[in-house]
C-alpha cells in the first residue's frame, strides 16, 4: 500500500535556525531518504520552493480567481513530501517516526488512493 508523507514546517521557527545547522538537518533528511530508496520504501520525494512563491487558483461564480501567495495564513506550511511504499500503517509510522526532527516540524501520513481513482 502507498502513503504519502506529508512535511510541515513553520517558515519562521525553520528561519530561526543557524544556516549551519539546518545544512546538517538537510544531510539527515537526505541520508534518510536515500536509505528508504536503497530499501525499497520510497517511490518519489520532493521538496517545495518556499510557500512565498506559491500561486492559488479558486473557482468562484463559474470563474477562476488566480492569487499569489499560499491558500491559507497558517503557521505550518507544506515542504515537501515523500511516496512511501508500506505493508500497512504500522509501517509508515515506523519510517515516519525516523525522520529527522527540527523545531516547528509536523508529519502528516495519509493513504493514496490506488491507481489515482477517486471514488466514494
Known amino acids: 500500500m502507498q502513503y504519502i508523507l506529508l512535511i510541515y514546517m513553520d517558515d519562521k521557527r525553520w528561519a530561526e535556525i543557524p544556516v549551519d545547522e539546518r545544512n546538517r538537518i538537510h544531510e539527515a ?14 517511490t518519489g520525494a520532493m521538496g517545495l520552493q518556499p510557500v512565498s512563491t506559491a500561486t492559488t487558483l479558486r473557482h468562484h461564480d463559474g470563474k477562476a480567481i488566480i ?54
Open 29 to 42: 533528511c537526505g541520508a534518510w531518504h536515500e536509505d528508504l530508496v536503497k530499501l525499497g520504501k520510497s
Open 67 to 120: 492569487t499569489d501567495g499560499p491558500f491559507a495564513e497558517t503557521k505550518e506550511v507544506l515542504g515537501g513530501f515523500e511516496v512511501l511504499e508500506c505493508e500497512n500503517l504500522d509501517e509508515a509510522l515506523s519510517i515516519a517516526k525516523r525522520f529527522p526532527d527540527y523545531p516547528g516540524l509536523a508529519l502528516e501520513l495519509r493513504p493514496l488512493v490506488p491507481g489515482g481513482q477517486c471514488k466514494d
